[in-house]
Structures are given as C-alpha cells and as structure tokens.
C-alpha cells in the first residue's frame, strides 16, 4: 500500500491529534487556534474527496487493524456509504467550525475556547469512526466517545440551562449505551462474533436456535440507536441540549450527530439482518409505525414553542422520523429518501441553527412572537433561515422537496399510502411553524427598539447563508448526490445475512 490508500483510515488519527495539540496551542497563543481549527476543518474535507476519488476508482477499501483476522479483530471499511457520509460530515463541520470562530467568542469564556474546539476534533473523529466501523463493538466505543464529546460541547457554556440539558444528554444516552452494550454480548454469545459480515453469515442459524435471543437484541439495539438519535418517545433530552447549547454546538448535534447514529443503524439493519430474520419479526412495522408518530408529534410539539431554539430542536425530532420511516419501508425510493433527507437534512437545520444563533446574539431575542421586523434588520440572517426553513416543509425547488418526494414514492411502492398522507400532513405541520417566522421577520412592524440593529458581521453570516444556498444549489442538482445515493441503496438493499 502507499500512503495514499491510507487516507481514508487517517483522517480519524488526524481528529484525535488535532484535538489533542489544541489546549496546547491556545494556551501557549490563543491567536494559533483559530488557524489552526480552520486548516484542519478544509483538511477534513481534501481528505475526504480524496478518500471518495480513490473509492470510485479503486473500490471498497478494508483496514484490518492491529494484526487480527476480521472477524477477531477491528476491522475498518471505507465504502460508499462511507465515503458519503464522512463528506458530509467534513463539508458541514467545516462550515460550523468556521462560524464557531467568532460565533463562540461571547457563549464562552475565551480560555475554554481551545477545549471546546478540541472536544468538536474529538467529536469529529467518533463521527468519522462510526461511519468506518464494521464490527459493533467498536462501533460502540466510538459512540461512547461522540457521548462525552457531546456532553462537553453542550455543558461548556456553564449557565444552569447547559449543566441541566447536559446531564439530561449524558444519562439517557448513557441508558442507550448501556442497552446496546448488552445486546452486542448477547449477539456475541450467541453468533460468537462482532464483525457485520460475520454475524450476518451466523444469523439464520442463531435465529433458529435462538430467535428469543435475535429478537431481545433487536429490541435493545431500537431502544439504544433511538434513544441516541432521539426517535419519538425516547427524545426528551434533545430539546433541552440543544437549545441551551452554544449556538455551533446546537448545528453540530442537530446538523451531524443524530444523523451519523441513524446511518450506524442503517448499517446493521441491512448488512446483519437477514430477510429471514426480518420476515419473522415485525421490525419494519414498529420502525414505521415509530417514525410516523415521531415526524406528527415532533411538528406538535415545535408548533407549542415560543422559543426559537426550541423550536428547531423539536422540528429535529420530526425530521428524524423522515430517515426512519425511509428506511424502514424496505424499497428503493424509500431507502433513497432516507439517506438524501439524511444529507438534506444536516444542511437545513445547521444552517438554521447557526441563523437563529445570530438573532440571538444580535438582539438577545429568543422569542418568536419578538421577531417582526428583524428580516429588514438583517436580512442575510433572515434570508438564511428562511431558505432553510422553506426547503424544511418541501417548497421545490429545494432540497427537502426532493427528499419528501422519494419517501413518498417508497410509501407508494411498498403499498402503504397511509405514510404518503404523513408526509404530506406533516409538510403543513412545518409551514405552520416555519412560515410565520419568516412572514413576521420581513413583512411585520417590529414593537421592539430596532434602533441601532443591523446584521451580523460578515464571518458570522457567511456560513448560514452558505448552508441555506447549498438547500437550492442541492435541490437544482440533485441528479449528482442521487447518482451516489442510488448505488448506496442498491448495494445495501442486496446485502443482508
């Protein structure tokens, strides 16, 4: 091998030596980190494209890491669902980290300023490791580092809404660790293995002689992989966390993390589960039947909100319910669907978040019914909300429209219509909450002082009118992430035990 097929692999030892340097550098130099957090942010991403250059030409590249066999030791695949996923991953946390810059200089006290970005390079490389692991039980350790990451990016800011949304984070997803944990031991006493690949090969036989076993794990790893990616009814410590956390640290979680858990899911669904195993339990219907209680009630619930951060985080438990329900039909267009909203998704709600951020920082206001007028007062700012929140409820030609499209073909084709009238009644659950904000910002007299408001600096709205841009620029071209995302699905929907 040369050093160039081992890019895929270091791009996660480059996270960790990054986040290990920078309390280091900030405390020798603050001026240093700020450098540094945005060299390594575009190095993300150059890796990232090489690493996806390479794949497209080479094909799936498979790491055996410390001299085992695969199926005893850690076994690292970068494939195409890989490469898509740590793309995004570089592409969006770049963004956010070139926002977190400036953006964080008021949220927390500036020498916690190189923890903080030490902890988003922590955080990154569970990401990209989650997306690369293919046994579960590194998996899991990897999700356990994203755990505390996630906890200390929330926590950082130290005001009472933070400690409390944190610890809230911290013990239900550590409850969802500790149920994945067990049914991973249980697959492995079972299967007596930890690869996918190999339980896959295992899991008729271990199912015939143990189908109370296979369906215990199955359960766990719902509750855990739900819990963690705040699936209605196991969301409650999401609107909390993110709405008291520093504004990068609200389109980090909502933007990337919860995403990265449902690809984690996806994997060990279509790769482990066999079609036997999934004709014998009724998975598909709990997920779906999940998912469409999850996009109505979480639009229910972000309707009920004066806050506007709160707001956005409950629409993150309807939006979730969409990748869900995608997957969970079990058809082309709706796996396609899922993994686009997946995409769709880390750009419109990151770019919301960040833009919501910049109300809040400028005028303090926090509460949507305060908001007219400001659109006129800033109107980038407004202008990147509402592109994102208009590609939120589906309006072509924005990206979120396409990926309601395909869901609603997977609906159709796996003869279940009653999902198509989910989506669609949820598309007007969203315009209930989204559009009054953007109609209030731009076309109703403010009852506040504006005097003396205007917008943001230029590195602070950069990035979320980037972000809202990206909602058109992919809803015009999507025929280009659909070609990636087609052969995804069609790989993972042959693959299975």
């Known amino acids: ?246 504004t990068p640290s609200s389109a980090m979680l909502s933007g990337l993390i919860i995403k990265v858990y449902c690809i984690s899911l996806i994997r060990i669904i279509y790769i482990v589960l066999s079609p036997q195993v999934l004709e014998a339990i009724p998975l598909g219907s709990i997920l779906r039947i999940l998912a469409a209680i999850s996009i109505l009630f979480g639009s229910f619930f972000a309707i009920l909100q004066t806050d506007i951060k709160r707001m956005l985080a409950y629409s993150s438990v309807s939006q979730i319910g969409y990748i869900v329900l995608g997957f969970s039909l079990f058809t082309q267009s709706g796996l396609q669907g899922s993994l686009l909203h997946v995409i769709n998704h880390a750009f419109m709600k990151s770019g919301l978040f960040l833009a919501a951020g910049n109300i809040i920082k400028k005028t303090g206001i926090k509460k949507i019914n305060r908001l007219s007028g400001l659109g006129r007062k800033m109107p980038v700012t407004f202008t990147a909300f509402s592109l994102g929140a208009l590609a939120m409820i589906g309006i072509p030609p924005l990206n979120g429209f396409f990926s309601k499209w395909y869901l609603a073909l997977g609906s159709l084709e796996a003869n279940m219509p009653i999902y198509l009238v989910v989506i669609i009644v949820s598309s007007l659950l969203n315009a209930t909450y989204y559009l009054p904000v953007i109609v209030k910002g731009f076309f109703y007299e403010s009852q506040e002082n504006l005097d003396g408001f205007k917008e943001v600096k230029p590195s602070l709205y950069i990035p979320p009118i980037l972000l809202g841009s990206s909602c058109l620029v992919l809803g015009l071209g999507i025929k280009w992430p659909m070609k990636i995302i087609d052969q995804v699905a069609k790989t993972l929907l042959t693959m299975g035990g």
């Open 1 to 246: 091998m040369n050093i160039s097929e081992h890019l895929p692999i270091s791009i996660v030892l480059f996270q960790l030596i990054v986040g290990v340097m920078l309390p280091l550098f900030h405390k020798w130099k603050e001026s240093f980190t700020s450098i540094i957090v945005a060299f390594a942010a575009i190095i993300n991403v150059l890796i990232s494209s090489a690493s996806i250059l390479q794949i497209l030409k080479s094909g799936t590249r498979t790491y055996q890491l410390g001299g085992w066999a695969s199926h005893l030791g850690i076994e690292v695949v970068f494939d195409n669902i890989t490469a898509l996923t740590s793309l995004l991953i570089s592409v969006i946390f770049m963004i956010i980290i070139f926002y977190a810059i400036k953006g964080i200089e008021e949220e927390i006290d500036s020498k916690q300023v190189g923890h903080y970005f030490s902890l988003f390079f922590f955080l990154n490389a569970a990401m990209y490791g989650m997306a690369m692991a293919f046994d579960i039980f590194n998996l899991y350790v990897f999700m356990e580092i994203s755990l505390i990451a996630s906890v200390g990016i929330v926590t950082i800011k130290d005001t009472p809404e933070a400690i409390q949304g944190g610890f809230k984070y911290l013990i239900l997803n550590a409850i969802g660790s500790s149920t994945i944990l067990l049914g991973i031991g249980m697959i492995y006493q079972t299967t007596g293995y930890l690869n996918f690949i190999w339980i896959a090969q295992e899991i008729n036989s271990a199912w015939a002689n143990s189908p109370q076993v296979i369906t215990a794990v199955i359960g766990l790893f719902i509750v855990g992989f739900s819990l963690k990616s705040a699936l209605f009814p196991l969301h409650i410590w999401l609107p909390d966390a993110h709405s008291a956390a520093p």
